[in-house]
C-alpha cells in the first residue's frame, strides 16, 4: 500500500460545480498536511496547508479526517483556472521529516 | 523576489555521459530538496539538506547519482553516467526553516531526456 493514496482522476466538472478530492495516507503519525496544486508542464505550487480543524481560503475548504487517516479538499464554483493536479503531502512524524507526495488528483473545469 | 533557480530548463544528452543539474534556492532558505518526478512515480524525494547538510538521501536511486551543496546559494545534482531510465523532471526545492513544516518552493525544473 501507497504511503499517500489518491483518485488519480481525471475529475471533469462544469464551471461552477463544487468538486471534492480525498487522499489517505498510511502512518497514523504523520503530522503535517498539505495541499499543492500543479499546472501542466510546471511546478507544483503549495494550495494551502490542513489543519486538524479544518480550514478554508476562499473557495477551498481542506479538512483532515485522523481517525480515518484521510483529508479532503473541496472547491466551490470552480473556475477554469483551477484545471490542474492537486497533489497530496504528507509530513512524516519522527527525526526524518521528509514530506511524502501522493501521485496527484487531475481536475479540468469546463466551460 | 527571486525564487529558486535551475539550470538548465532542458537537457538532452546521450546515454552514459555526466549531467550535472544546478540549484540556487531563495536567499535565506535553509532546507534545500532535489525531487524527481515521472508519471509513474510521480515526486520522490531524491535528497535534502539542512544547512548545506544532507540530512536524508535514502531517495537516491543508485551510486550514479551525487548531491552537493558546497554553500548556502548553490547545489548540484550529478548524473554519471546517465541511463535513459533517469530521463524525468528533477525539481529542487527549498524551505524556511529546519523542521519541515514550512512550505516547500520550487524552480522551474529541468527536463532530462536521456537518448
Known amino acids: 500500500r501507497k504511503e499517500v493514496e489518491q483518485d488519480p482522476g481525471p475529475f471533469n466538472v462544469p464551471e461552477g460545480a463544487t468538486v471534492a478530492f480525498n487522499c489517505t495516507y498510511s502512518n497514523s503519525a504523520s503530522q503535517s498536511f498539505f495541499w499543492y496544486r500543479q499546472d501542466c508542464r510546471k511546478e507544483p505550487k503549495l494550495l494551502m496547508s490542513?489543519?486538524?480543524?479544518?480550514n478554508e481560503d476562499g473557495r477551498f475548504t481542506a479538512q483532515l479526517n485522523r481517525a480515518s487517516q484521510y483529508i479532503s479538499l473541496l472547491i466551490r464554483d470552480s473556475k477554469l483556472s483551477d484545471s490542474a493536479t492537486y497533489l497530496c503531502?504528507?509530513?512524516?512524524?519522527?527525526?526524518?521529516?521528509?514530506?511524502?507526495w501522493g501521485l496527484g488528483t487531475s481536475l479540468a473545469v469546463n466551460p | 523576489d527571486a525564487g529558486v533557480i535551475q539550470s538548465p530548463r532542458h537537457e538532452v544528452t546521450e546515454m552514459g555521459q555526466e549531467v550535472t543539474l544546478r540549484c540556487k534556492p531563495i536567499s535565506g532558505h535553509n532546507s534545500l530538496f532535489w525531487y524527481r518526478q515521472t508519471m509513474m512515480r510521480g515526486l520522490e524525494l531524491l535528497i535534502y539538506f539542512n544547512n548545506n547538510v544532507p540530512i536524508d538521501d535514502s531517495g537516491m536511486p543508485e551510486d550514479r547519482f551525487s548531491a552537493k551543496m558546497p554553500n548556502a546559494s548553490f547545489s548540484t545534482l550529478k548524473i554519471q553516467p546517465s541511463e535513459p531510465r533517469d530521463s524525468a523532471v528533477y525539481f529542487c526545492?527549498?524551505?524556511?526553516?529546519?523542521?519541515?513544516?514550512?512550505?516547500?518552493?520550487f524552480g522551474d525544473g529541468t527536463r532530462l531526456s536521456i537518448l
Open positions: 490542513v489543519y486538524s480543524s479544518g
Open positions: 526545492a527549498s524551505s524556511a526553516g529546519t523542521n519541515g513544516g514550512q512550505p516547500q518552493h
Open positions: 503531502v504528507v509530513r512524516n512524524a519522527g527525526n526524518n521529516r521528509k514530506l511524502i
